[in-house]
């Protein structure tokens, strides 16, 4: 459970729950966001940009973030420091969830007990075990959860020149045969996050800002003395809180990948990576490729070239026994491209979370397969922090046979935060 206030409310209001079902087909949805950096005030726009939608509160534990957003949003939204207040005080249909990785699973969780559902941002969690916790409290609650990556459903998959459309009908025809090879590079501008959140060691302890309620921002972290490049967007440079680069973009390039190769349920089951050894315990450092293989033979190649540089850019993105994809939807055999034109179009998604809110139909990308995208990215810093070659049990999600990868896969909260 997560740690309640002493003077919070132990339960939910029926009031709120009564309003925390399905708003009415002329309601207003009520929005609330926790986080307010540079990726909050990106949500606290898509909030003021949608006729449908009222934002009610936002909270930091940034006391400057809370003003001035404040000042930004206008009159009807109220600012807090502590995200169980706001969600246990206030009528909120949609939590946003836009704070650092380590506190993603508690807050999405508790936002989802409380009747609301979430928008969350990625990584889903910091770690393997925490997405099947806020799987099963979307499950119990009955409510819609939405991941905040999109590139499966809409706009140019990163780097590539083109949609994840064509890409999928391709693949679903057979054209390219069986198993395939994907491969994420630095051409297409994989590495363009990898070397800036990269931690540092040896950092001198320094005073923590009246502005900041630093025990809030650790959360379930370890506690670790206060640094500015802890706490500001280098933070994904830190093993407490997230997982590099690799982390923090790991799952817009992978989770399209996984839709691609109709890996939805499933994860690869070989895992290995090419990184500096030893890496630091608590900084996150450099890598330079990592591979993963299912249990059909489809494999997955990143590639940061970050270290023990690869040549990568005359590489095919998409390589099966019968053609290939470069960039630009540029096939080999050339009339690749045109047979696509005349092949069916992919499943429908929902890809509108009011169309979800309204309906409760799950949105496109949800708990159970942002899940698994996750878990490629977890598995990718997995065999760079162990070193050795990986087995992964894609039902159990554990890793066989190896107690010190397994330990990466649940790791323990600092108290009074818990997710038992």
């Keep these: ?75 009807g939204c109220k600012g807090y420091a502590d995200f169980r207040e706001m969600i246990d005080n206030e009528d909120i ?38 997405g099947t916790y806020i799987a099963n409290a979307v499950k119990r609650n009955a409510r819609v959860f939405r991941l905040n990556t999109w590139f499966r459903f809409k706009d140019n998959f990163y780097g590539l020149g083109t949609t994840v459309k064509p890409l999928k009908k391709l693949v679903q025809s057979g054209a390219l045969g069986w198993p395939l ?16 959140w990269t931690g540092k060691v040896g950092l001198a302890p320094e005073p923590v800002p009246d502005d900041l309620d630093y025990d809030m921002w650790l959360g379930p972290a370890p506690y670790k003395p206060y640094t500015s490049h802890r706490t500001s967007m280098s933070f994904r440079g830190y093993w407490d809180y997230d997982g590099g680069g690799l982390a923090d973009m790991g799952q817009h390039y992978l989770d399209p990948v996984q839709y691609i190769l109709d890996k939805d349920d499933t994860s690869p089951v070989k895992i290995e990576a090419n990184a500096p050894w030893p890496p630091h315990p608590d900084a996150v450092g450099m890598w330079g490729q990592v591979y993963m293989e299912y249990s059909d033979g489809c494999k997955i190649i990143l590639e940061s070239c970050e270290w023990g540089k690869e040549e990568t850019k005359d590489k095919p993105f998409i390589e099966g026994p019968l053609g290939k994809v470069y960039k630009n939807f540029v096939t080999e055999p050339a009339n ?36 698994r995208s996750n878990i490629l990215v977890h598995l990718a810093n997995c065999a760079i922090r162990t070193g050795r070659v990986l087995h992964f049990d894609p039902t159990l999600l554990r890793f066989i046979r190896d107690d010190g990868a397994n330990m990466l896969v649940n790791q323990p909260m600092r108290r009074p935060w818990t997710l038992c």
């Excluded at 009031?15 to 949500?43: E, K, T, W």
């Excluded at 939590?95 to 936002?111: E, F, K, R, S």
């Excluded at 969350?120 to 910091?126: D, F, H, I, L, S």
Aim: hydrophobic share 40%.
């Design 336 to 371: 690749l491209a045109t047979l696509v034109e005349q092949l069916p179009d992919p499943e429908p998604q929902i890809t509108d979370f009011n169309e979800s809110v309204r309906t409760r139909r799950p949105f496109a990308l949800n708990e159970m397969n942002g899940n």
């Design 181 to 196: 090879t994907v491969r994420i590079s630095a051409h297409t501008g994989f590495a363009w996050k990898a070397s800036m």
């Design 93 to 130: 249909d949609v939590l946003h969830v836009v704070t650092p990785p380590h506190w993603h699973a508690l807050q999405n969780i508790y936002g989802l007990d409380a009747g609301c559902d979430v928008w969350a941002e990625k990584p889903m969690t910091r770690t393997i075990a925490e």
């Design 1 to 75: 459970m997560v740690a309640k206030k002493k003077d919070a409310p132990q339960i939910v209001k029926s009031a709120i729950l009564g309003r925390r079902g399905m708003p009415g087909a002329n309601d207003r949805i009520n929005h609330a966001i926790i986080g307010l950096g540079m990726m909050g005030q990106g949500h606290i726009k898509y909030v003021l940009d949608d006729p449908q939608a009222k934002l009610v509160a936002v909270c930091d534990c940034f006391k400057s973030r809370v003003k001035s957003s404040l000042e930004r949003i206008g009159n």
